[in-house]
């Protein structure tokens, strides 16, 4: 039998939140790769070989499901949220690089609803107009990367999401990221954390720029910083469908 790769998002934790597609390729597979939390939410079942992996070994674990695959094995690649969102999609295909027997290999990219989109729609509409969308760690890229994309987001007046906001082994870059958003926004804007969003510890809260503590973050939360239009109505958060 030919084996093949798929590379599938969960969505962010609701087992409602996978897309039908991604179960039932789940449901065919005879092997799941993953960072172990996410392993550890597809069900066990005979037939099937869980690989929890830990988090900093992106490629080993993209060059093990490919050699798995090529060897016949039937392998879903499992990232949380969308795996083209700061994710294992970008290092299956980094590990594509100058091997021409894994790129003829069946691969598919299977999308699923990310953690911005979920927080955006638990707290009303924030991401209602054009936004973007920056990872706040340092692991990949260098922090002066991280600033000028910030200041450069923040005068374009886009809404903004940070994904991996702080961590315990980089606490100050939040705060520092905070410092920026401040100048350059001012300390009326609205900021939502939304912390495990679609699990039963999903909290929400928006507060102004001003009142923002950098201990509000954790690597649980999606932060969400609106536009210069973003506003609360009733219970809500949401950017208007025009700029001004
Ligand atoms: N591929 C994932 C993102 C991985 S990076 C996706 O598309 O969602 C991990 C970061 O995602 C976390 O630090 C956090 O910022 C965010 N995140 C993932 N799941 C979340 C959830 N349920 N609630 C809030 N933020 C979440």
């Known amino acids: 039998m030919s ?3 798929a590379i599938a998002g969960l969505g962010p934790g609701d087992d409602r939140l996978v897309t039908p597609e991604v179960s039932q390729v789940l449901a ?9 939390p996410y392993v550890a939410r597809v069900a066990p079942r005979p037939g ?7 988090n ?9 499901a490919l050699e798995m695959a090529s060897a016949g094995r039937r ?10 969102v700061f994710a294992m999609a970008s290092a299956v295909f980094e590990a594509l690089e100058g ?3 894994w790129q003829a290999l069946d691969i598919r990219v299977l999308p699923g609803i990310t953690a911005m989109l979920a927080a955006a729609a638990a707290a009303g509409a924030p991401l209602g107009h054009d936004f973007c969308c920056i990872n706040l760690s340092d692991n990949l890229k260098p922090w002066s990367v991280i600033e000028t994309r910030l200041r450069h987001a923040a005068r374009a007046d886009f809404a903004m999401a940070f994904y991996n906001p702080r961590s315990a082994s980089r606490p100050e870059g939040f ?12 300390p009326d804007r609205l900021i939502t954390f939304a912390r495990a969003v679609s699990t039963p510890e999903q909290r929400l809260t928006t507060v102004s720029l001003g009142e923002a503590m950098p201990e509000m973050a954790d690597m649980r939360t999606v932060v969400i910083v609106g536009n210069s239009a973003t506003r609360r109505v009733g ?3 949401y950017s208007p469908r025009s700029a001004r």
């Open 75 to 84: 392998v879903v690649v499992v990232s949380s949220g969308d795996p083209g």
């Open 235 to 237: 219970p809500w958060v």
């Open 56 to 64: 900093r070994v992106e490629l080993d674990r993209a060059r093990a």
């Open 99 to 101: 091997r021409e027997d």
């Open 28 to 36: 065919q597979a005879t092997d799941v790769v993953g960072y172990i």
């Open 3 to 5: 084996g093949w790769l």
């Open 48 to 54: 099937l070989s869980l690989h929890p992996s830990d």
């Open 175 to 186: 705060a520092k990221a905070l410092t920026t958003l401040r100048e350059e926004c001012g």
